[in-house]
């Protein structure tokens, strides 16, 4: 079965997944209909937000002043990482008739979701720079945050990449804003615009166990099949923009204090 598994890897690398993500400036709709969306390969545009008043306007002061007392929701978790599976620790409770203690009996896999907050903006910028804060703040609420959170920034954005509008054949559902650093990370996954429907047509018998693989880690020992993992590593500039396609395992990270606008 290994075998059948390295050659799988070898015939996507040869027929279909790239080598690298390319860097192109804004293509056309049917260029980018034709050599990508069709294709399922993603890609680096590197000039589409040239004309948003965001590139010029966007500052933590100009945030700051738009935004000021504006309610925020933003997740906290204690090391960065939300929405994901961490050991856990199986403690039992005693109750002998003297006093009650607890002991640890085992370690179990849990998936665990940031801890939501709101506040507002201008205190969320100030426990992201402050050192002493106990936790991890990101503002990465989704479900179309950028219009419903912070309606006093959507004309500083396209509502939508036009050429992309045009090529999917409709206009983006949700638009998000996200705010964060280094610390906070998505950890591996895939993003399926029909995955509600998918998981409610299943039955529990037929669900496979998800493995947490961390790709910069990949534990070869534990999950001997990793060692075929070849994962495309791309850096986003300020002002290019990342067309990830649907079903494309991903993890991401900032490299410093990051503003991004996602579209769904």
């Keep these: 079965m290994e075998q059948v598994f390295e050659q799988l890897s070898e015939d996507s690398k040869d027929f279909w997944t790239p080598r690298s993500i390319a860097r192109i400036p804004q293509p056309t709709p049917l260029e980018f209909y034709r050599n990508y969306v ?42 960065g990482y939300g929405d994901a599976v961490v050991r856990h620790s199986i403690v ?55 219009r419903d959170q912070f309606p006093a920034l959507v004309d500083d954005v396209d509502p939508m990449l036009a050429f992309a509008s045009e090529a999917f054949g409709n206009t983006p559902e949700a638009v998000n804003l996200w705010i964060g650093d280094e610390r906070a990370v998505s950890t591996m996954h895939k993003d399926h615009y029909e995955v509600r429907q998918s998981i409610a047509m299943q039955d529990n018998n037929d669900l496979t166990p998800w493995i947490p693989v ?43 204090e990051t503003v991004a606008v996602n579209y769904w």
């Design 214 to 256: 961390n790709p910069l880690h990949p534990q070869v020992e534990k999950y001997p099949l990793t060692k075929h993992l070849q994962p495309l590593v791309v850096t986003l500039e300020a002002g290019e923009t990342l067309y990830l396609p649907s079903l494309w395992y991903h993890r991401a990270t900032q490299l410093t």
């Design 92 to 146: 039992h409770t005693w109750h002998p008739l003297t006093h009650p203690f607890q002991t640890t009996v085992g370690t179990e896999n849990v998936f665990v979701m940031p801890e939501e907050r709101s506040m507002s903006f201008r205190d969320f910028l100030a426990i992201l720079h402050d050192p002493c804060f106990d936790g991890v703040p990101y503002l990465s609420h989704q479900n179309d945050s950028l």
């Design 38 to 79: 069709s294709k399922n390969i993603p890609v680096i545009i590197t000039n589409a937000m040239d004309s948003w008043p965001a590139m010029a306007k966007w500052t933590n002061e100009y945030l700051v002043d738009t935004l000021g007392e504006t309610q925020v929701t933003v997740d906290v978790t204690p090391f």
